[in-house]
């Protein structure tokens, strides 16, 4: 057994080795991206995240698991098939092993067509090269069809008593092989992979369904305690992120009530109030915008104060649904577009309110009088200055 640093994506000889070939069309971007933060909060991402574990390679993972298979190590090396696996080894691997020349020295024959793959499996020995090809691809070990033989020797999982192993795989081809060919071929013909397409899931469908039946055709049943550990878990993610929203939205509501009246009074706390005091002679004009400017900045950092609650409920949702949150969100929206614009008016560091500031306090005092004078009958009401 050796470990490669790529994963190669056609056959395995007799002697374990893997020769080089050219890679398939899919790219190691298209699932790197794919399996990245990137995705957006689409229908496919949140089946992606429920259903697939978040990509292929996680479903490979938890599929063993569940099934009871032992990760594909050897005693002398310890190299880990499940830990070396990522979306773009399976994904690609499915197609690759599926259209790719077979290199193998006894058997030319393609696997192109559902024919020509029961024609491959139609033994156990061109069975185990098949294992040793798809785990070989998708890991970047290399696996002999000896060493894929003992592992199922070695391993016993299931019954294999009685049963006519390429008889087996024909079924398994027969109900999900032309929907893997399919939907590797859809795959590879597109030039967006930023989120899950359709392609892609069905793949994993077809991958899951196979495995599947394989397992029952050797009798080998999930666990049942897994299967209830598996469905608690996923529930426990809407639990937990409700039990966070829900706490979460009882202080928004208490924030919410309180910025609601001061929308109701933005007029008097923005405008009205400082223009009392002006008419109070308690301030001159530099005092008065100063005023108003820091009310009506009170509001809006009262407001932001809001939506950042409000985002973190998005964002408890988010990651119960798709397993990410995601930067696009209706604060970074309010921010980038609207609040960022009015912190040079912030008493905390802004520029037009520092200098404002200081001039009511240097300058104020020597224009008041006129400055009262001029709003006194106008602004005031007064009946004279």
């Known amino acids: 057994m050796t470990l490669r640093n790529q994963p190669d994506l056609f056959g395995f000889s007799n002697k374990g080795t893997v020769p080089q070939s050219e890679p398939t069309k899919i790219s190691t971007t298209a699932l790197a991206t794919l399996a990245s933060a990137n995705r957006s909060p689409t229908y496919n991402n949140a089946v992606l995240h429920l259903d697939f574990q978040d990509g292929a390679a996680n479903m490979v993972r938890e599929l063993f698991k569940d099934y009871g298979w032992p990760d594909l190590v050897t005693e002398n090396t310890g190299f880990s098939f499940l830990e070396y696996i990522d979306d773009f080894a399976v994904a690609s691997c499915m197609t690759a092993t599926f259209t790719g020349i077979s290199t193998t020295t006894n058997n030319n024959a393609l696997y192109t067509n559902i024919d020509n793959f029961k024609t491959r499996v139609a033994n156990d020995q061109n069975t185990q090269d098949l294992y040793a090809s798809l785990a070989g691809c998708m890991s970047g070990i290399t696996f002999s069809r000896t060493e894929m033989s003992n592992y199922f020797i070695n391993f016993p999982v299931g019954n294999f008593d009685g049963v006519d192993l390429g008889a087996l795989m024909t079924s398994v081809a027969d109900k999900h092989f032309q929907n893997a060919q399919d939907a590797a071929t859809a795959f590879e013909a597109q030039t967006d992979f930023n989120d899950a397409s359709n392609a892609y899931l069905n793949s994993m469908r077809a991958l899951r369904s196979a495995f599947k039946q394989y397992n029952a055709g050797i009798s080998n049943g999930r666990n049942t305690v897994e299967q209830l550990i598996d469905y608690a878990q996923l529930a426990w993610e809407f639990i937990e992120a409700g039990l966070y929203v829900y706490e979460n939205e009882m202080e928004a509501w208490k924030l919410g009530e309180r910025y609601y009246n001061e929308i109701l009074n933005i007029d008097t706390i923005v405008y009205k109030e400082p223009l009392r005091n002006a008419c ?34 998005e964002r408890y949702i ?42 009511a306090e240097f300058l104020d005092p020597y224009l008041q009088d006129p400055f009262y004078n001029a709003i006194a009958v106008s602004f005031c009401g007064f009946e004279e200055a």
Do not use: C
């Not at 820091?294 to 809001?306: G, K, M, S």
């Open 318 to 359: 988010a990651e119960a649904i798709w397993g990410q949150t995601f930067t696009d969100t209706f604060y970074s929206y309010w921010t980038r577009y609207f609040y960022e614009h009015f912190q040079h008016i912030s008493q905390f560091g802004g520029e037009v309110e520092a200098w404002t500031s200081l001039a």
């Open 280 to 313: 109070l002679k308690k301030v001159g004009p530099f005092g008065l915008a100063h005023q108003m400017m820091r009310n009506f900045y009170r509001v809006l950092y009262h407001f932001d104060v809001l939506f950042q609650v409000a985002e973190i409920s």
